[in-house]
């Protein structure tokens, strides 16, 4: 089955609950920005990883990896986002066009020097 992820602003973490002897889940909403609209998604985590919402605080700007899941159950269907990875969304937006991510041997503008010397005669 596909992967999916999304991004969006967790609103709520519910606490874990244990569905049975030997099953836990913990569920989570996170508010996505679809334009005029936003949309309150829940997402589900199972067992060991329903501790993966933990560092994460309400409001704050994350993004869930997913699968759909669905099954069956007395003539009903039922659909579940099961999130298996948060990572937290950094608030700085990606340089465009720049190197390798952390590589900072590219010269910027601060690299340049304050005055042009034109007294060289060369055509480059």
């Known amino acids: 089955m596909s992967s999916f992820e999304v991004t969006g602003k967790l609103l709520k973490k ?65 659909t579940n986002l099961n999130a298996w990875r948060i990572e937290k969304v950094s608030a700085e937006a990606p340089a465009a066009g720049g190197g390798p991510s952390g590589d900072n041997s590219f010269p910027s503008a601060s690299d340049e020097p304050s005055t042009i010397d034109f007294s060289d005669d060369l055509p480059f």
Not at 44 to 70: A, M, N, P, T
Request: glycine share 8%.
């Open 14 to 78: 519910f606490e874990t609950e244990n569905k049975t002897g030997s099953f836990q889940a913990r569920e989570f909403v996170i508010e996505v920005d679809s334009g005029n609209f936003p949309q309150m998604v829940k997402f589900q985590l199972v067992q060991d990883r329903c501790s993966l919402i933990d560092s994460f605080s309400e409001g704050e700007e994350i993004k869930v990896h997913f699968d759909l899941r669905g099954r069956e159950w007395n003539g009903k269907y039922f």
